[in-house]
């Protein structure tokens, strides 16, 4: 199984499945709601592939798929203040400044989105996140598992977008006597402006994070960014995650051999995960939903949908989980309400 827990059952993914005839929003909601309470449940941790992406997602889907249960979110409170009592030694360890990240980030969406405010648990995790900080302006990383928890690259732009997000946070960090986190803010903002991106992926995830944190980019920079987005769309609409970085580059390199021995490493498919991102990011950067390029990749959304509601997308690490998918379906589902392409919901039968 790919998800387990309790009576939670949710099958492997595979790029064998067969796509569906008509786009099922419900699947997809489901495959969601159910995979992140049963990481919560069975991991017992804030992942960036799962419960952190979907807290990173959900809120802002509540126009189209309504509002998102409170149950990621308590869970996340939770894992916070458990991180609060970690000796800083400690955050600076292993995944947990990407934990801490992606509290941040999900409990800001979840301001933005749902309750409209900034909430006490969302300052304490953005000075929690702050708090692990480097004094480079980045976070401590692994350099495994990518494309999330591979580089502090891909930390920094998350925590710059979970910081910009919180509503009236950096209003009021601005206007504040904290100088703590003042500097961390401006050590954030140096990085990302002064620190050569290591691959496209990552040059998208700055053009994201530049849609949020607007003084990231200059116009030239950004225009730059969507063209270099825009060169990696594949001849079928779709754009594939394994273009815009050579095997090599992803995290230490230990996935080269892996990567390189895929049957299809000469011509790569497009997937879920990058032609979600990649409309998200056009969007973000205020590319009109009517443009070729937009329009092209909605398509591709509509007519690549799996039977089981996701949409395949081949993990970068190992052939079995594929825990892609779960970013490669939150993605695409965003990327359509965007677009206005996002058909009525009919619940699922």
Known sequence: ????????????????????????????????????????GERKCVSC???????????????????????????????????????????????????????????????????????????QALELMFRAQEENGTWASLDCWPPFESDAYHEATV???????APGWLQTVSS??????????????????????LHDYSRVLLLWANSRMRDLLTSEQQQELIGMLS???RDDGGWSIRTFAAPE???????????????????????????????????????ASDDPRIQKGIAWLKSNQRESGRWWTRSLNTDSSHFITYSGTAYPLLALQMCDAMPPVVPAK
């Open 1 to 40: 199984h790919q998800y387990h827990f309790e009576q939670i059952t949710i099958p492997a993914a595979s790029g064998s499945e067969p796509t569906r005839a008509e786009l099922s929003i419900p699947l997809a909601t489901a495959y969601l709601e159910n995979g992140a309470i049963a990481w919560s």
């Open 49 to 123: 592939h799962t419960n952190g992406t979907y807290m990173f997602t959900r809120p802002s889907l509540s126009p189209s798929l309504g509002p998102p249960s409170d149950i990621t979110r308590t869970f996340f409170v939770a894992q916070m203040a458990d991180l609060n009592q970690e000796p800083l030694s400690r955050m600076r360890q292993g995944t947990r400044s990407a934990s801490a990240i992606y509290i941040a980030a999900g409990l800001a969406e979840w301001d933005a989105h749902i309750s409209k405010s900034l909430s006490a648990e969302t300052e």
């Open 159 to 165: 925590a710059a977008m979970a910081a910009a997000t």
């Open 176 to 197: 504040s006597d904290n100088q703590t986190l003042k500097t961390g803010v401006e050590r954030l903002k140096n990085y990302l402006k002064t620190t050569p991106p």
């Open 231 to 233: 060169r990696h769309q």
């Open 249 to 287: 580059a992803w995290g230490g390199g230990n996935r080269a051999e892996k990567l390189r021995a895929e049957p299809e490493f000469a011509n790569p498919l497009s997937d879920g995960h990058m032609t979600g991102l990649a409309v998200i990011v056009l969007r973000s950067s205020g590319v």
